[in-house]
């Protein structure tokens, strides 16, 4: 369901199951991580097939982790994916058209530059169904937004459009075509933007705040029914 296209420059990384609008299993996020570690472009483009960005972690899935170490690895395993995104040495841009949801969220926060579409929507829905999307989010969602508009977002479960994404710092900009912002970036010395990249990444540790919030999420997992 992870597919690729690289043309040299830019590496196209699409996660492709439209029918369950890229919802991600504990395979397929497997798979996504050994695509953006193999990327070797000096840019990657995230997308997604269809009509939908990411809906998040697949719930049938969530569903069925027996107990709560598998809800624990399982946010864990999301958390790994997200970091190896933010980390990988090449640019990523996460290019939203349509609906992202939970996990969908926190893997376009995860990304270097977040741009979105007009039918781009963005939405941290997890507290309606008694969860919370745990790969990341709850660091990086206020880091990127500020606190004050996290809490709301991520309380509220409200929808965002691209234009309200745009004016709470989610995304950088509203596009018709994510790519020729990633051919745009892809354009300058690939040499200056891995290091511009890293000294931009340079940050505080954060291992802690990611273990509490996978046995948080796991905690909330005890009590799951979908």
């Not at 893997?107 to 941290?124: G, K, N, Q």
């Not at 989010?137 to 809490?151: D, I, K, Q």
């Amino acid at each position: 369901m992870i597919e690729t296209d690289d043309d040299g420059a830019v590496c196209v990384v699409t996660l492709a199951r439209p029918d369950r609008r890229n919802a991600l299993t504990p395979a397929a996020l497997d798979d996504l991580e050994s695509a953006v570690e193999d990327a070797d472009t000096p840019v990657v483009l995230l997308r997604g097939a269809g009509s939908a960005f990411c809906a998040g972690a697949d719930l049938d899935a969530v569903a069925d982790l027996p107990d709560r170490e598998a809800a624990e690895r399982f946010a864990r395993r999301g958390q790994r994916v997200a970091a190896t995104v933010a980390g990988c040495e090449s640019v990523v841009v996460a290019g939203v058209d349509g609906a992202a949801r939970g996990g969908g969220v926190e893997l376009a926060l995860a990304c270097d530059v977040r741009v979105a579409t007009p039918a781009a929507t963005f939405a941290e829905s997890g507290a309606a169904i008694g969860l919370f999307g745990a790969w990341g989010g709850t660091h990086r969602l206020p880091e990127v937004v500020g606190l004050g508009e996290a809490m709301d977002i991520a309380l509220s479960g409200r929808v965002l459009d691209a234009d309200e994404a745009l004016r709470a710092g989610l995304v950088s900009r509203v596009v018709d075509d994510p790519r020729a912002v990633a051919d745009e970036i892809a354009a300058n010395d690939p040499a200056a933007l891995a290091v511009l990249k890293e000294r931009l990444r340079d940050d505080a540790d954060r291992a802690e705040r990611e273990r509490r919030e996978a046995e948080a999420f796991a905690d909330l997992h005890a009590d799951f029914e979908r």
